[in-house]
């Protein structure tokens, strides 16, 4: 695609409930990556992809966040048990590759847990 | 540890002001990459400019320029004569290029309006 599509970009939940993050990179970016990125909190990293593989999950906040891509391209971020400090706006990013050293964002998912 | 500081919350200028935003960064490694990256209010994160470690010349791209520090860990950003347009948060951003890891780590961000 033209450009890093995320859906929804909006989504609000009830606390408990699971919710699931898309990210579509730009065509022929090999590296993606998720951030999450709270009021005064500047972007915090979660996870980044390389391909398929996962080489750097140290940001996930815990065991309810998990990520998966497949085929090189479409991610999906799940939180299992929304808690209301997840509420944030998550981001997603691709490079063309891990050392080109250029993000391409995407315009987020506000996620809102009540 | 990795770390990235904008000390700066928020800065108001009126147009065709001068203005610099500060970014200092903490690292152990030789080897690293410093960006600037601009989020308007339409939300989407602009790649603005990147820098390495072995670098230090300075960078001028029209209104803006960089000032890479090594001696004080300083990577600032400065706008002359600022427009309407350059209203927007402003991240500093650090990479270590370890092996194995290719993380970016972005500061807290730094908000700059600009008041015709």
């Known amino acids: 695609g033209a450009g890093v599509s995320q859906s929804p970009s909006n989504k609000v939940t009830e606390k408990g409930k699971d919710v699931e993050l898309r990210c579509d990179p730009i065509s022929g970016h090999t590296a993606l990556y998720w951030y999450r990125q709270s009021l005064g909190q500047g972007l915090e990293f979660l996870i980044y992809?390389?391909?398929?593989?996962?080489?750097?999950k140290s940001g996930l906040p815990s065991d309810r966040f998990s990520a998966e891509r497949t085929g090189g391209s479409v991610s999906t971020l799940t939180i299992q048990r929304t808690q209301q400090e997840d509420s944030a706006v998550y981001l997603c990013?691709?490079?063309?590759?891990?050392?080109?050293?250029?993000?391409?964002f995407g315009s987020g998912t506000q996620l809102s847990v009540l | 540890a990795q770390k990235v500081t904008q000390a700066q919350t928020e800065i108001s200028v009126v147009e065709k002001e001068d203005v610099t935003l500060d970014c200092v960064y903490e690292?152990?490694?030789?080897?690293?990459?410093l960006f600037w990256y601009k989020q308007p209010p339409s939300g989407e994160l602009v790649f603005l400019i990147r820098?390495?470690?072995?670098?230090?010349q300075n960078e001028i791209s029209g209104r803006y320029s960089w000032n890479f520090q090594k001696s004080t860990s300083s990577f600032n950003f400065t706008i002359t004569a600022s427009q309407v347009v350059d209203s927007a948060v402003y991240f500093c951003?650090?990479?270590?290029?370890?092996?194995?890891?290719?993380?970016?780590?972005f500061g807290t961000g730094t908000r700059l309006k600009v008041l015709a």
């Open positions: 820098r390495n470690s072995f670098d230090e």
């Open positions: 690292t152990r490694d030789t080897t690293y990459y």
């Open positions: 990013a691709s490079s063309f590759k891990v050392d080109d050293w250029k993000l391409f």
């Open positions: 951003a650090l990479s270590e290029a370890r092996r194995g890891t290719y993380k970016y780590i």
């Open positions: 992809f390389q391909g398929n593989s996962a080489p750097d």
